[in-house]
């Protein structure tokens, strides 16, 4: 059984800060690595993809990969009010179409 | 614009009745899925087709049937066989590479009389 885990929250962090979400997988054959931002009653947004051990930055936001730990995060610096909302990590094992949902961790920043 | 296009936006479907969802896209991708999402819980994978004319059923296919008669299109039938229909239903495409990012659609969300 394939299974990706993240705390539901919420996640409070104050306006500024630097938010920390954490995603782990079950699948050793995982190969991508995707964070997906959702605000409520809407689809999700595609933030950033990795397929390597180590960090990639885009603007404000880090996804940091580590698969010897079978562990993949998400920081968001700087956070904003307009950060609030579900970030969905999801995987996706080498060599197949399926992407592996976790649960969603609600984050909310507060101003 | 580029894009995914969900119709409609609300849908109500009575008891035994198969209701028909529509999946758009012009990013000339090549890979279509359909997603159920329950409230608090992760994205499910219902059908997913990688060219014209074929599909595969993901991990909750019952209840469901799919075609995919042009590139551009992934219509989703929920047939009176599923009897628990009430969710958000999320259409997604991708190049077609393994891969590659999944891009979604805004979504539809379906509701029983």
């Known amino acids: 059984q394939k299974e990706v885990e993240q705390n539901s929250g919420p996640l409070s962090v104050p306006e500024g800060a630097i938010a920390s979400l954490n995603c782990t997988y079950s699948?050793?054959?995982?190969?991508?690595f995707f964070w997906y931002r959702q605000y409520s009653g809407k689809s999700p947004e595609l933030i950033m993809f990795i397929y390597s051990n180590g960090d990639k930055e885009d603007g404000r936001f880090t996804a940091q990969l580590n698969k010897a730990s079978q562990y993949v995060s998400l920081l968001i610096r700087d956070s904003q009010p307009s950060d609030s909302a579900t970030y969905l990590c999801a995987v996706q094992r080498a060599g197949s179409y399926q992407l592996t949902f976790g649960k969603g961790t609600k984050l909310s920043v507060i101003p | 614009d580029g894009g995914i296009t969900q119709s409609p936006k609300y849908l109500f479907r009575k008891e035994g009745q198969n209701v028909t969802l529509s999946c758009e896209q012009n990013l000339n991708h090549d890979a279509m899925y359909w997603y159920r999402q329950d409230p608090g819980q992760g994205l499910r994978l219902i059908y997913y087709?990688?060219?014209?004319?074929?599909?595969q059923k993901g991990d909750i296919a019952e209840g469901y049937s799919v075609s995919r008669e042009k590139k551009e299109s992934f219509p989703l039938t929920v047939t009176s066989a599923q009897k628990n229909p009430t969710a958000f239903y999320l259409c997604?495409?991708?190049?077609?590479?393994?891969?590659?990012?999944?891009?979604f659609g805004p979504g539809t969300r379906l509701l029983v009389l």
């Open positions: 699948d050793r054959g995982s190969q991508s």
């Open positions: 087709s990688q060219i014209v004319n074929d599909f």
């Open positions: 997604a495409s991708s190049i077609g590479d393994r891969e590659e990012t999944q891009y």
